[in-house]
């Protein structure tokens, strides 16, 4: 039987895999392996929710305007995902986080600063 600790390791372990994933100069056969872990990581995590009735979070849709310049940590390296003026789509958590996919870098997704965004 899974404990709780099992379903905390597999969520860490998943975000490291999405991070870990997107590193620059990975080789395919890396990729293969690695989105092949990725995806396993999160099927027993979906097996988790249901046995452990984990309910998935509440989203509401939103968009935003962005008013200060926005950088993600990119491998040690800043990276400015959203520009003053944007006006972008996102997500509400309840628990009043919000994320979002960058305009400018393809299924690169984050938490967005509240204090750099109005919403819409």
């Given at each position: 039987m899974a404990s709780m600790s099992e379903?905390?390791?597999?969520?860490?372990i998943k975000h490291v895999l999405m991070y870990y994933i997107g590193r620059p100069?990975?080789?395919?056969?890396?990729?293969l392996m690695e989105t092949h872990l990725l995806n396993k990581t999160v099927?027993?995590?979906e097996v988790l929710k249901d046995h452990y009735e984990i309910k998935k979070k509440r989203v509401q849709k939103i968009a935003f305007k962005v008013i200060k310049d926005i950088y993600w940590e990119d491998?040690?390296?800043l990276r400015k995902v959203f520009c003053k003026g944007d006006?972008?789509?996102?997500?509400?958590?309840?628990?009043?986080?919000?994320?979002?996919?960058?305009?400018?870098?393809?299924d690169v997704f984050d938490t967005v600063d509240?204090?750099?965004?109005?919403?819409?």
């Amino acid at each position: 039987m899974a404990s709780m600790s099992e379903y905390t390791e597999l969520q860490i372990i998943k975000h490291v895999l999405m991070y870990y994933i997107g590193r620059p100069n990975a080789s395919e056969n890396d990729l293969l392996m690695e989105t092949h872990l990725l995806n396993k990581t999160v099927e027993r995590i979906e097996v988790l929710k249901d046995h452990y009735e984990i309910k998935k979070k509440r989203v509401q849709k939103i968009a935003f305007k962005v008013i200060k310049d926005i950088y993600w940590e990119d491998w040690g390296y800043l990276r400015k995902v959203f520009c003053k003026g944007d006006v972008c789509k996102g997500e509400l958590y309840t628990s009043g986080a919000v994320s979002a996919e960058s305009p400018y870098y393809q299924d690169v997704f984050d938490t967005v600063d509240l204090d750099s965004i109005n919403i819409l």
